[in-house]
């Protein structure tokens, strides 16, 4: 059984509910590997592999 289509506006939503963090730019590489962190926790959380 294949799940419905989630809506991409209703993820967006809910992504940004989460408070993600901006990228500020390139500060430092350390500075953007947390960001990415970040973000993958999120998108990890919301179950978004791809």
């Given at each position: 059984?294949?799940?419905?289509?989630?809506?991409?506006?209703?993820?967006?939503?809910?992504?940004?509910?989460?408070?993600?963090?901006?990228?500020?730019g390139p500060t430092n590489p350390i500075a953007a590997d947390n960001w990415l962190i970040d973000i993958q926790v999120i998108l990890d959380f919301m179950r978004l592999t791809e």
């Open positions: 059984m294949v799940p419905p289509p989630v809506r991409e506006d209703l993820l967006y939503e809910r992504f940004r509910r989460m408070k993600a963090p901006e990228f500020e």
